[in-house]
């Protein structure tokens, strides 16, 4: 495998999946829907454009929900024998893949930098979590609907959520 062609799958290996770029971005997701669908105090989420992913192994089974923060279809992609979720494709950004980024075999591979990543709905981070200094930030999504950008707020200092 090349640096940019790295794989991952569920827990019991019945789907595994491969991308074969760097990430777009990185996306750090504290809200609520991410914390439960963890059972973290945040999803790490890798976001590729559709040509740079492909499914190996198996056929996932699919859970629709509507977005509580942009009030649009998510579609969680994962495995029906084990439960892992693998990814997310979304209505909101028709093209994107959104891995659970946990579920790469390393899930160190790909770069976390402020350059590339940042940290969304803050608002409902959980106490105790360390946001790193000069990482990008938002208390919701770094973007409107209507694609409207949002300035994000950036911590001179590292930031422990729920404690001022």
């Known amino acids: 495998m090349s640096d940019t062609e790295n794989e991952g799958g569920c827990l019991c290996g019945q789907l595994r999946y491969k991308t074969t770029a760097e990430p777009a971005r990185v996306t750090y997701c504290h809200c609520k829907f991410c914390q439960r669908a963890t059972g973290g105090a945040y999803l790490v989420e890798p976001i590729f454009p559709h040509e740079h992913f492909e499914v190996i192994k198996g056929e996932p089974k699919t859970y629709d929900l509507v977005s509580s923060g942009s009030k649009k279809g998510v579609r969680i992609h994962f495995c029906d024998n084990c439960g892992t979720k693998l990814y997310m494709t979304f209505e909101r950004f028709e093209g994107s893949i959104g891995i659970f980024g946990g579920t790469y075999d390393d899930p160190n591979?790909?770069?976390r930098t402020?350059?590339?990543?940042?940290?969304i709905f803050l608002n409902y981070g959980q106490k105790g979590t360390v946001i790193?200094?000069?990482?990008?930030?938002?208390?919701?999504?770094?973007?409107?609907?209507?694609?409207?950008?949002?300035?994000p707020e950036v911590f001179d200092l590292p930031k422990v959520l729920g404690h001022d």
């Open 109 to 111: 591979w790909f770069e």
């Open 114 to 119: 402020p350059q590339n990543a940042k940290h």
């Open 132 to 151: 790193p200094a000069g990482m990008p930030t938002f208390g919701e999504h770094a973007a409107l609907n209507d694609g409207t950008l949002v300035e």
